[in-house]
Each structure stands twice: as structure tokens, then as C-alpha cells.
């Protein structure tokens, strides 16, 4: 597991990213292993599985037993009240983006009023120039 000393500081990422997913479909341990791996994090079923059960212990997913094949998997989905502590979680997520992220996004767009109306107008695709050497367009 690529994570270990930084295991405590993203151990609560994963458990919201598998909310997140089981909120938008019904999914299952490989699945989750395989989005996660995605994102760079390597988990085992030996630390899925423990916590999957967890979140449904909780009342945050519900599972199943579908037929898949010959065999059968577990498919879990979000509950209602898994959901509203997703929807919890992202509200502190958005803040703690903005705070880690403030000097950036001011670096970036300069003001917030500036940053606003360059998102709306879509203008944020030179991003990487600095306003004063930005050709004009022709
Ligand atoms: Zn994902």
C-alpha cells in the first residue's frame, strides 16, 4: 500500500470516495478496488472489506447478495442516510478546498470578482499565463 505514513491523513478520503461511487450506482469490491487504484490509492480486499462492512454497520450503505456468473458478489449502495452524510461531507470538503487552495485560485484570477467572471465568461483556459504577456486576440 503505497499510502502508509500518510495513512491516517487520507484514511477519511477513501471511506467518502466509496460513498460518493455507491451513491451515484450499486458497486462492488473489485469495482471500488479498481476506481481506487485509479485515484492512486492501492487498498486490499483485507482493508475493504473490513471497511465496507463498517459503513454498512453504520447505516451509511446497505448490501446484497447478486448473482454474478457462476458465483455471487456483495453489491452495496448508499443508504438515505449515508447520503445526507455525504452530502455533510462534501460541505466541509468544499471549504477545506477553498482554504488549501485560496492562494492559488488569488494567484490565478487575482480577485474573486475577477475569478467569477472569468468562470462564466469561460475565459479560464490560459490559466497558466500571466494576465500581462496574454496575447490579444485578433
Ligand atoms: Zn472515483
Redesign the pocket.
Known sequence: MRLRLDQELFAGLIPL?IL??AGEKPIYGLWIIE?LAR?GYHLSAGTLYPMLHRLEKRGLLRSKKEPAGQSARRVYAITPNGRRTLVEAKEKVKELFRELFESELHRVFGSAKHAKRAMANGRNKNIDQPSKTRKRPR
Open positions: 470516495h460518493h461511487h476506481e485515484h
